[in-house]
C-alpha cells in the first residue's frame, strides 16, 4: 500500500474519532455530567485533532511505515533551524517574488514580528494584521495600537524612535503547539527593557545585520525595512506601518510539495491551522484581554 493511503486511511479513521467525540461531548453537556469528565474528552478531541493534522500533513509518515520511527520532536518538517538560502527581493524577477509572498502570506497567517529598541533589545511581538499591498515594490503593512491598558507596544515605540530604515524580521511560523505556545508567550507585555526571547522554547537563528535574530522552529522569514508609519484617521490609537521586503529567507528544502501548514488566529480567541471545524484549536490567554487590536510588544 502507497504511503499515500495509508495516512489517508489512518486520518479518516481519527476525523470519525473528532466527530464522535464532539457528539460525546454534547450529549454530556446536556446531561449536565461531571466538567472533570467533559474536560476529559475535550482534552482527548483536541489530541485527536492535532494528531489527524500532523499526519495529514505527511510529517509522521515514518510511523506508517515498516521499519524505524523517527520521534524528534524538531523532525517537523522545514524550519528555520535547517540549511538556509537568502532571496534578495532585488535578484529576483516579479513572478517569482510574488509566488513567494502569497505562499507565506496568504492565507494571512498570524506570525512574531522582531524589532531592536534604542537600547538594543531585540522585542517579539504577535502580529494578525499583516498584509501584502504591492508587489512590485514588494510593500507589508501591518496596524500597531495601544492595548486596553493604554500601553503603546514596543514594537509601535521601536519604530517610532528608529524611523525610516528601521529593521524589521517577520517570522512565519508552524501550525503546531510548540509555535502556538510561543505565539501566546510573546502577547504577555513585559518591560520594554527585557526582550521576548526568555520566555519562548526557541533558539535564535542569527541574521545578516542589521535585521533582528530569526526564530530556529520558524517556517520562514522575511527580513523587511521600515518605509513610513501612519497615523490612522478617525481618532484610532495607532498606526499603520508600511514596510519594504528586502530579503526572503527560507530551509533549502522548503518547496510547493514540502510547505508545513501556517499558523492562524482563528477567532479573538484561538490559534490552529485553519478554520475547519475538525482541526485542533489552542486558546490564547494572552490576547484575551486585547481583543480590539494587535498584541504583543
Known amino acids: 500500500m502507497e504511503i499515500k493511503q495509508r495516512r489517508e486511511i489512518v486520518e479518516r479513521f481519527l476525523r470519525r474519532c473528532i466527530k464522535y467525540s464532539d457528539a460525546s461531548i454534547k450529549r454530556q453537556i446536556s446531561r449536565s455530567d ?32 515498516n521499519g524505524d520511527v523517527i520521534l524528534d520532536d524538531d523532525n517537523q518538517g522545514p524550519s528555520l533551524d535547517d540549511q538556509l538560502i537568502e532571496l534578495k527581493i532585488e535578484d529576483i524577477d516579479h513572478d517569482t517574488r510574488r509566488q513567494w509572498l502569497a505562499q507565506l502570506l496568504m492565507p494571512r497567517p498570524v506570525v512574531i514580528i522582531s524589532t531592536i529598541g534604542q537600547d538594543g533589545v531585540e522585542n517579539l511581538s504577535a502580529i494578525s494584521s499583516l498584509n501584502i499591498i504591492s508587489n512590485s515594490p514588494p510593500l507589508l503593512s501591518m496596524s500597531l495600537s495601544i492595548d486596553n491598558n493604554g500601553r503603546p507596544r514596543d514594537t509601535m515605540v521601536n519604530l517610532q524612535n528608529h524611523g525610516k530604515g528601521a529593521p524589521i524580521s517577520v517570522m512565519i511560523l508552524r501550525a503546531d503547539h510548540r509555535s502556538a505556545l510561543n505565539l501566546d508567550a510573546v502577547a504577555n507585555p513585559i518591560p520594554n527593557s527585557e526582550s521576548e526571547w526568555g520566555l519562548i522554547d526557541a533558539k535564535p537563528i542569527e541574521s545578516k545585520q542589521p535585521y533582528p535574530a530569526l526564530i530556529s522552529n520558524a517556517i520562514a522569514a522575511l527580513e523587511c525595512k521600515l518605509v513610513q ?31 508545513p501548514t501556517k499558523l492562524f488566529q482563528i477567532d479573538f480567541a484561538n490559534l490552529g491551522p485553519g478554520p475547519d471545524q475538525n482541526s485542533w484549536r489552542f ?8 481583543v480590539d487590536s494587535d498584541s504583543g510588544n
Open 34 to 65: 461531571s466538567e472533570d469528565e467533559i474536560t476529559r474528552w475535550r482534552a482527548y478531541r483536541e489530541f485527536t485533532a492535532y494528531s489527524a493534522d500532523e499526519i495529514a500533513s505527511g510529517s509522521l509518515d515514518t510511523w506508517l511505515e
Open 229 to 259: 508609519m501612519i497615523e490612522l484617521p478617525e481618532g484610532a490609537k495607532g498606526s499603520l506601518a508600511i514596510m519594504r521586503v528586502e530579503n526572503i529567507v527560507l530551509p533549502e528544502k522548503l518547496s510547493d510539495e514540502i510547505f
Open 283 to 290: 486558546p490564547i490567554s494572552n490576547w484575551i484581554q486585547n
